[in-house]
């Protein structure tokens, strides 16, 4: 068993405080005890486990994490999600104590734009404005005019006057569908989230056929083969209120398998099937770094209150801004 010093040195390689746990431990009973003791809430996105979704004080897309974490009182966060998430809560609470239980928990999106990518980028479009998707790095986000989620996006682009050029990172896939709903002609970044684009065309519309009643909804991370065959297209939150109150009894789910948790929860009498990937070893679209996180290393980051995120002054001051004013211009948007 490692100490406490010797785990927290291998922070950096593990992710994770690599401590035993003793087995007969009830962790959900000790994560709640430590929630009491050290003024804590846990915020967790749709695509973790069911049984971290259930033991969240909080569960959300990423609109609503923000929100979320930008109206607490708690003295610690604890965010189940991946790296950039608890960046962002990092940002907007820089006087709080915000634990990712494993930093290894990234986003392939994320990955894929750095801030002095976009500043060239920028520079070979002089005058235009940078709108960020939130699933993006603190470097990345203080480069840019406007963040954006997959619940606002439509709203946000559409505050932006038509004459005024665009850049939209990181997502190549989100952009494109902005692009044809609002008529805008964004310059877009080239990234991609690989859970997203995992989806199989053929297989899907097979599915489609074998299932004649199902309505096929998509994340519009999805590509654009995908997005051009569903029934409806949106938000995570979107998708879960569409399930809810559509009328059909089935349907096919092109987004990351987490989310048929709580949809089944809103929805119990409907029919939810997974859509299709490549993977011939998984028949669903799973995360590897959402599923990262889990009631151990929860409870390792509450007791020891690690790994904590931390940021620089500057850059979070920077980062700060374009989420600011994101909030402010998504108010009413639920």
């Not at 299709?276 to 390792?300: A, G, P, Q, W």
């Amino acid at each position: 068993m490692l100490t406490l010093e010797q785990a927290t040195k291998a922070l950096p390689v593990n992710g994770y405080l690599k401590l035993d746990v003793p087995k007969d431990l009830d962790l959900v009973q000790e994560i709640k005890k430590l929630k009491t003791e050290k003024n804590a809430i846990i915020l967790a996105h749709y695509y973790q486990s069911k049984e971290i979704q259930d033991l969240a004080d909080f569960l959300g897309d990423s609109l609503q994490l923000a929100r979320a974490a930008k109206e607490t009182d708690a003295k610690m966060i604890v965010f189940c999600g991946v790296h950039f998430m608890s960046e962002c809560a990092k940002i907007l609470n820089p006087e709080k104590t915000v634990v990712l239980p494993d930093t290894l928990a990234g986003c392939s999106l994320a990955d894929s734009c750095t801030g002095e990518g976009l500043r060239a980028l920028r520079e070979k479009h002089p005058g235009s404005q940078v709108v960020s998707y939130i699933n993006c790095d603190a470097g990345v986000k203080a480069e840019s005019d406007l963040i954006v989620t997959s619940s606002n996006a439509v709203a946000m682009i559409e505050s932006i006057p038509k004459e005024t050029p665009i850049i939209f990172a990181p997502d190549r896939n989100l952009g494109a569908y902005l692009n044809k709903v609002t008529g805008r002609n964004m310059i877009l970044w080239d990234g991609a989230c690989i859970v997203h684009e995992a989806f199989n065309f053929e297989k899907i519309a097979q599915q489609i056929l074998d299932h004649p009643n199902a309505k096929l909804i998509a994340h519009p991370e999805s590509e654009a083969n995908i997005l051009e065959m569903a029934h409806f297209v949106g938000s995570t939150s979107a998708l879960l209120n569409f399930v809810r109150d559509d009328s059909a009894t089935e349907f096919i789910i092109a987004t990351e398998e987490g989310i048929l948790h709580e949809m089944q929860k809103r929805a119990p009498g409907k029919k939810l099937i997974p859509a299709l990937v490549d993977d011939e070893n998984c028949s669903c679209s799973e995360c590897y770094f959402m599923k990262r996180n889990t009631l151990e290393k929860i409870y390792l980051a509450m007791k020891y209150e690690l790994p904590a995120i931390e940021i620089d002054e500057e850059l979070r001051l920077k980062a700060l801004k374009p989420i600011e004013k994101m909030l402010e211009l998504s108010k009413n948007i639920k």
